[in-house]
């Protein structure tokens, strides 16, 4: 792995760094967990796209700059750094999107990834059923076969973005008489706008619709909304959950950003004196760095045409344990009403929350880790 950055990588940094400095917002937009902060935030994906940095690592022919994974990982620090609005497109851009590269037909790509990348469609994550989270081959909301595409019925559960967005993507069962669970799937696209569609929004801790729960009811998809072949849904789903666990949701800009908002944090309010909470600080700022130079180690090897494979559950436990443990620092550090107020540390702090469960359990990883990456035995479950 070779850190050092070219001309080419340092130009493209300085031009990430002057279009953000001329364009994030002045002043955090609204939650986008709430309407108004949704719509703000689909608004700032439009500002995104226009300077042509919504999804800056895609073709060109599809809204992107075609830029490599180095560029890539160097925009996100810049973003993060310039303090811009979270991703409201995250679902459709960093998990449907690789997907649809990798499975989707040309027509799906031309089709769903410009209005995906200008925030004209943002799009909801539909995995999760009441009994199917974790074990998601358990999955029991089902696709029959009609006329010109599927019908779709069931429940889907803790559905990210679903409370606002426009459309959600998910996999279905299409034959129940598969040999196996994983069996007998298909990888479809749906509008949560359609016939038969109803949308119940979740609260959060803090009472936001982060998620919402999906019932469907004969719910129409036409043929061209299929990723891949049918029943190859399981294949499909799993390349989706490596992006999800890997690189693309949680980039390491991202907390070497909020891990030098905590140090400033502490030159402003920290107590020379609580030597425990200032080695909490030291260890968020190490963590950052280890995480960054795991990343790019990862990078490396993808760039050299390697996949994405069973170390993605390494940096998805990683990711999410210190991500909590990182804004827990900066309550403690702001006092006992810092969870209850708004600003830049409480918001985060609830969704950090949600880390070792979304993306599949910490569980599920730790499992993962010791018999694919360790060559232990299988426990029992």
Not at 165 to 184: L, M, S, V, W
């Amino acid at each position: 792995m070779d850190l050092t950055q070219t001309a080419e990588v340092a130009a493209f940094r300085a031009e990430a760094r002057a279009w953000l400095a001329e364009h994030v917002p002045d002043s955090p937009l609204p939650s986008l967990e709430t309407a108004e902060g949704f719509t703000a935030h689909r608004a700032w994906e439009a500002r995104l796209q226009t300077g042509g940095w919504s999804a800056v690592s895609w073709p060109e022919e599809y809204g992107g700059r075609g830029v490599d994974i180095e560029r890539w990982l160097v925009f996100e620090e810049e973003y993060w750094a310039a303090g811009a609005p979270g991703r409201v497109s995250q679902n459709g851009i960093s998990l449907l999107a690789p997907t649809l590269f990798d499975h989707g037909t040309p027509e799906q790509r031309a089709r769903v990834l410009p209005p995906m990348a200008s925030g004209e469609v943002i799009w909801a994550q539909a995995w999760s059923e009441p009994e199917a989270g974790s074990d998601l081959a358990s999955l029991t909301s089902r696709a029959r076969r009609t006329g010109g595409g599927w019908l779709l019925s069931g429940q889907k559960t803790w559905s990210s973005r679903a409370a606002f967005a426009d459309r959600a993507f998910g996999i279905f069962r299409t034959d129940p008489e598969a040999a196996k669970p994983h069996q007998g799937l298909t990888y479809l696209m749906f509008d949560l706008r359609a016939p038969g569609v109803t949308v119940r929004p979740i609260g959060r801790l803090d009472g936001k619709p982060a998620f919402a729960e999906l019932f469907l009811d004969e719910v129409f998809v036409p043929d061209e909304d299929v990723i891949g072949e049918p029943g190859q849904g399981w294949r499909i789903a799993m390349s989706t959950t490596g992006n999800e666990r890997g690189l693309t949701l949680r980039s390491p800009g991202r907390f070497l950003a909020a891990a030098d908002r905590l140090v400033a944090l502490w030159r402003a309010a920290g107590d020379p004196g609580d030597t425990a909470l200032r080695d909490r600080v030291a260890d968020a700022v190490v963590g950052a760095r280890a995480y960054e130079l795991f990343t790019w180690a990862g990078a490396t090897r993808f760039a050299a045409g390697e996949r994405i494979g069973a170390e993605s559950s390494l940096n998805k436990v990683f990711w999410s344990q210190y991500d909590i443990a990182l804004h827990e620092t900066a309550l403690d550090l702001l006092g006992a009403d810092a969870e209850l107020a708004e600003g830049a540390w409480a918001e985060p702090w609830v969704f950090s929350l949600a880390g070792p469960i979304y993306a599949g359990t910490n569980e599920i990883q730790r499992d993962i880790i010791a018999e694919r990456l360790l060559g232990l035995p299988k426990g029992r479950r």
